[in-house]
């Protein structure tokens, strides 16, 4: 085993197995999930930026699943769960987009299971946004 790390021996051993199988995980949700595996068309150029903005999306994702959506209660298990799945519990739900007095109002039934999630999750995004006090 070569690494680069400044560790003993044994550390980095260890290390390696407690991680061992995330980047297959990883991999696999890169290609399915984000739309890896399906690069736009055969000049090298483009199929590079489709794989940066495709990595960028996967970044953006476990951000917000960590930092926004494990904070959230009652959002933890969806916290760890795979893009495809918070496509349908969050991404893909019905509601109304209305444009109202320069702003931009999303309207959702008020019994809609993730409603909840949604509110949570944007009171922990304004939390972020805020700067430390002091």
Known sequence: MATNL?????????????????SEETHAIMKTDLAGGLLPSGKLGANAA????MILALNVNEV?????????EGAQQRAVAR???????????V???????????LR???DHPS??????????????AMPPPG
Request: glycine share 6%; charged share 30%; hydrophobic share 55%.
């Open 6 to 22: 400044e560790w003993a021996g044994e550390e980095v051993i260890h290390w390696y197995r407690e991680r061992f199988g995330k």
């Open 50 to 53: 489709w794989w940066a903005v």
């Open 108 to 110: 959702i039934s008020a």
């Open 115 to 128: 409603l909840p999630v949604l509110v949570g999750m944007r009171q922990r995004i304004m939390e972020l």
């Open 83 to 93: 893009m495809k799945i918070l496509r349908f519990h969050l991404v893909n739900i």
């Open 95 to 105: 509601a109304r987009v209305v444009r109202h007095g320069r702003r931009l109002i």
């Open 64 to 72: 917000m699943k960590r930092e926004a959506l494990a904070k959230v």
